[in-house]
């Protein structure tokens, strides 16, 4: 079998691993920064239950009109270092992949590498780097 098609992107942010962390996994706070760049503010939702085994759902609206919806389940959670969760579009339940946000302290900044890797083709693969691209853009201007 080939191998399935992953990416791997990396940010230093200006903030510590906590609030980071944080970021990801408060509801409150993932809604100011998650969704691609063409996210429409304030139409991002978050549930979620960060726990290993429980789930979170997170919806948005883009620019175009579309509405997305994504979730899954915490496989990890190692708070203020790695958050491991599955990944799947509402649209396309049956093609689940997996993310890894692993954060590393340097001084009162966060080294922060997401792995998201089980794509079903290296399209999605494409289509999810741009999309975490500006999601993490996003992320990194909260911090700035």
């Known amino acids: 079998m080939l191998a399935q098609p992953s990416l791997t992107l990396a940010r230093r942010l200006k903030a510590t691993p906590d609030k980071v962390f944080a970021a990801w996994t408060d ?3 993932i809604v100011h ?3 691609p760049a063409h996210t429409i503010d304030g139409s991002v939702d978050a549930q979620m239950d960060v726990r290993v085994g429980g789930s979170f759902r997170v919806r948005f609206k883009t620019d175009d009109g579309e509405q997305h919806e994504v979730g ?3 496989i990890e959670v190692l708070p ?4 491991v969760f599955s990944w799947a579009w509402h649209t396309t339940p049956e093609r689940q992949s997996q993310v890894s946000v692993i954060l590393k302290p340097e001084g009162d900044m966060t ?3 997401l792995t998201h890797e089980k794509f079903f083709d290296e399209a999605a693969r494409d289509g999810h780097k741009r999309g975490w691209t ?6 990194e201007r909260m911090f700035a």
């Open 134 to 139: 500006g999601t993490l853009d996003k992320l």
């Open 111 to 113: 080294f922060l590498t």
């Open 33 to 35: 920064w998650f969704g």
């Open 80 to 83: 203020n270092e790695r958050l």
């Open 27 to 29: 509801p409150e706070k």
């Open 72 to 74: 899954g389940k915490y």
